[in-house]
């Protein structure tokens, strides 16, 4: 999924803000307790825990996201990316 840039000035700034939002307590109430990477060289945060995989590449105008899940997962899929996204789009 691909989100513009509307407030952030650039990909340093997306990063930063992306970057606070971003962590295990998002995750938690469903469950799951991620290892999050932020792989500021590359321009990639990458969060992954047992049957979970998140990663965000962000790039010069825009930031691109996919979520992998397990089965156990699956049914909250939809749910989880929803609120991602919306809240992702608020901040840049």
Known sequence: MKIRYNTAKNINEA?????RF???A?????????RVDYQKDINRIV???QGFEFKINFYE????FDLDVGLLL???????????ENEIKGLV
């Open 15 to 19: 990063f930063e803000k992306v970057q």
């Open 22 to 24: 971003v962590t295990p």
């Open 26 to 34: 998002l995750f938690q109430k469903y469950n799951i307790n991620p």
């Open 47 to 49: 969060a992954t825990g």
């Open 61 to 64: 105008q825009d930031l691109e």
């Open 74 to 84: 699956r049914p909250f899929k939809g749910k989880i990316l929803e609120k991602i």
